[in-house]
Antibody, heavy 119, light 106 residues
Framework: EVQLVESGGGLVQPGGSLRLSCAAS????????MNWVRQAPGMGLEWISF????????YYADSVKSRFTISRDNAKNSLYLQMNSLRAEDTAVYYC????????????WGQGTMVTVSP | DIQMTQSPSSLSASVGDRVTITCRAS??????LAWYQQKPGKVPKLLIYAASTLQSGVPSRFSGSGSGTDFTLTISSLQPEDVATYYC?????????FGQGTKVEI
């Protein structure tokens, strides 16, 4: 079964750091680009980051640029999001999501991990 | 950056109604557009990609059309299980912006 499982969320103080992980299974992880998408409570979806299959190309939304870093370990079938200088507005459910090989749409999503930034 | 604007932000319709949701890009994005359905408390689900290609397993009452700047998601006969929020997303370039969502109620 194709599956993505996020972990690493939790409560963190403003200015703090957190590292999210996304474990992939059931498909050739190293062949696929990956994304992070977040959703603040009661709000819409926000795309935040992209990494190519070989890690050669990285993209970020302006809202997280210079604070968040996306990375992957293809040997471990894992995707990561290092989040630094966290703000209250970063409070959200964070999803990792995979596009198929032939399109940039996101067909496989993890269940999400909640990040709460609060004193 | 290219902005994605959905309309309406919410709608209420009856079972069996034809429902249309519009997504407009501030610049042309060819057909690099996807539609997602998110039911309350659930993970988003891909419905349509490349503006009009139905994702495998998605009921045929869902359809998409458009190219360039104007796109439409149509539910030909609304069913109770279609209650959800629907999002468009462009993936022609970064940022891969989502629309603000359209909440569909019965």
């Amino acid at each position: 079964e194709v599956q993505l499982v996020e972990s690493g969320g939790g409560l963190v103080q403003p200015g703090g750091s957190l590292r999210l992980s996304c474990a992939a299974s059931g498909f050739a992880f190293s062949s696929y680009n990956m994304n992070w998408v977040r959703q603040a409570p009661g709000m819409g979806l926000e795309w935040i980051s992209f990494i190519s299959s070989s890690s050669s190309t990285l993209y970020y939304a302006d809202s997280v640029k210079s604070r968040f870093t996306i990375s992957r370990d293809n040997a471990k079938n894992s995707l990561y999001l290092q989040m630094n200088s966290l703000r209250a507005e970063d409070t959200a459910v964070y999803y990792c999501a995979r596009p198929p090989l032939n399109t940039g749409a996101l067909d496989i999503w993890g269940q999400g991990t909640m990040v709460t930034v609060s004193p | 950056d290219i902005q994605m604007t959905q309309s309406p932000s919410s709608l209420s319709a009856s079972v069996g109604d034809r429902v249309t949701i519009t997504c407009r890009a501030s610049q042309g994005i060819s057909n690099y557009l996807a539609w997602y359905q998110q039911k309350p408390g659930k993970v988003p689900k891909l419905l349509i990609y490349a503006a009009s290609t139905l994702q495998s397993g998605v009921p045929s009452r869902f359809s998409g059309s458009g190219s360039g700047t104007d796109f439409t998601l149509t539910i030909s006969s609304l069913q109770p299980e279609d209650v959800a929020t629907y999002y468009c997303q462009k993936y022609s370039s970064t940022p891969r912006t989502f629309g603000q969502g359209t909440k569909v109620e019965i």
